[in-house]
């Protein structure tokens, strides 16, 4: 069965700071990886995706995937308190399945 | 945007009873979720479907049946409910796999 865990729990970081999320899976077959933003009182909105190992830019956020290493990341640059919110990575199975971590909640501070 | 709507979005039961919660989706996509929230546990897969009639097992289905009635509706089941399943409950649709997920605003279901 698919596991996906998430760390940190929790991060806060100042507004204009460097945020930084970790994913890992266990499933070495997993070809498609997302992440997902839920604001307080919503659905999980989907962030952006990654599916080729190295880096993808989108803006402010930049994932990296090293599916070696059974690894998934997020990096957003010059945060911002709008991007305050709980994310979560996603992993698609060969099963069709698409399993979330824990999630990270991620506090930034003006 | 793809919409799903659910409903409803709060629902109070009893112990014992038996719930029902909806959800639709206009988009003509193949595949639809139940996920269940909870804290310190994230979203979890109750139930999934790849297309009307066929039904998928996730990684929590213990106490929930689901049913696919046609491309735009997923129904989640409840028999004899618990308060084990108090929680709020998302459905969710995609139109391939591995493909963007979207989700319905949520039900809050209270099992007293």
């Known amino acids: 069965q698919q596991k996906v865990q998430q760390s940190p729990e929790s991060l806060i970081v100042p507004e204009g700071g460097m945020a930084s999320l970790n994913c890992t899976f266990s499933d070495r077959n997993s070809q498609y990886f997302w992440w997902y933003r839920q604001h307080s009182g919503e659905g999980p909105k989907a962030l952006m995706?990654?599916?080729?190992?190295g880096d993808k830019k989108e803006g402010r956020f930049t994932a990296h995937l090293n599916k070696a290493s059974l690894y998934v990341s997020l990096h957003i640059k010059d945060s911002q308190p709008s991007d305050s919110a709980l994310y979560f990575c996603?992993?698609?199975?060969?099963?069709?399945?698409?399993?979330f971590g824990k999630g990270t909640h991620l506090h930034v501070l003006p | 945007e793809a919409a799903v709507t659910q409903s409803p979005r709060n629902k109070v039961t009893v112990t014992g009873g038996n719930v029902t919660l909806s959800c639709r989706q206009t988009n003509s996509h193949n595949y639809m979720y139940w996920y269940r929230q909870d804290t310190g546990h994230g979203l979890r897969l109750i139930h999934y479907?790849?297309?009307?009639?066929?039904?998928q097992i996730g990684d929590v289905p213990d106490g929930y049946k689901a049913t696919r009635t046609t491309q735009e509706d997923f129904f989640l089941l409840l028999e004899l409910a618990s308060p084990s399943q108090t929680s709020l409950y998302f459905c969710a649709s995609s139109a391939a796999r591995g493909t963007e997920v979207f989700f319905g605003k949520g039900t809050r279901l209270t099992v007293v």
């Open positions: 479907s790849y297309g009307a009639g066929n039904l």
């Open positions: 995706s990654i599916f080729s190992n």
């Open positions: 996603a992993v698609v199975t060969n099963a069709y399945k698409v399993i």
